[in-house]
């Protein structure tokens, strides 16, 4: 699809707002679907017959307002719709997002068994040094890498839990086929950082944009920990919303 063409001049109405208006048009209509790469500067530049400057102006102006995202040294795109992720004391991936009319999915990245460290050992309520599975696990939404997971699990109470994920990448169906139907938030560590190369990569964004991470604990209905939760979350597409007890 084109989206440069001559534009009219002498009219009053600057050069780059009618190229912003040009383009966000296009967005509205559908044309040009959410995560659309746009074209490059110096092409829209030749196609409208403008200096880059003015194509400069414009995509200024539609990122402020929530059309287009920019991303240095990948370009523009269409924004996506942020996805409301609600963080409460049952907080299910595969729920959150097809309660948006979104479609989830999730592929294991690794499946590791290592000896659990003094923070995850605290967490878990277990001694340090006890095995416990390390899940790694990319979830998406529409097909779109929205989250990377890491999960802790111990494998003392649950020593099937690798077997049901190799069938089946869902956390909570590999709880249920292990005899836990359910589990609860217990709490949840939100901070944000600077992406690594490997999870921008992962999560198909810049490296000069944030990431937000969450450290969580999940417990069955007595309150025994069963697992703990660090999640890196692409922060231009998630916006987390603390549900009251």
């Known amino acids: 699809m084109t989206l440069a063409a001559p534009l009219p001049r002498g009219g009053g ?3 780059w707002r009618q190229i ?3 383009i966000e048009a296009r967005i509205l209509s559908g044309q040009l679907a959410a995560g659309t790469r746009l074209p490059t500067e110096a092409e829209l530049s030749r196609g409208f017959g403008v200096n880059r400057h003015t194509i400069r102006r ?3 102006d539609l990122s402020m307002r929530g059309l ?6 990948r370009g523009s795109f269409v924004a996506e719709e942020v996805v409301e992720y609600p963080i409460g004391s049952r907080t299910r991936f595969s729920e959150i997002i097809r309660a948006q009319a979104r479609e989830p999915s999730g592929r294991i990245l690794r499946l590791k068994e290592v000896e659990a460290d003094q923070r ?3 967490l878990l309520g277990l001694r340090r040094g006890r095995p416990v599975l390390v899940v790694e696990r990319l979830g998406f939404a529409d097909r779109r890498p929205i989250n990377i997971g ?3 699990i111990p494998l003392g109470r649950f020593p099937r839990i690798a077997e049901e994920l190799s069938r089946n990448p869902s956390i909570t169906a590999a709880f249920a086929a292990c005899g836990l139907p359910d589990y609860r938030r217990q709490v949840t560590r939100i901070t944000a950082r600077m992406p690594t190369p490997e999870e921008a990569t992962l999560l198909g964004q810049s490296r000069s944009r944030p990431v937000l991470l969450t450290e969580a604990v999940n417990v069955d209905p007595e309150g025994q920990p069963v697992e703990v939760s660090i999640a890196v979350y692409a922060a231009a597409r998630m916006q987390f ?5």
């Open 20 to 22: 912003a208006q040009r």
């Open 120 to 122: 995850i050992a605290e």
């Open 13 to 15: 109405v600057a050069l």
């Open 150 to 152: 890491t999960h802790h």
């Open 58 to 60: 414009a995509m200024e």
């Open 68 to 73: 287009v995202r920019v991303e240095q040294g």
């Open 241 to 245: 919303v603390v549900e009251s007890a």
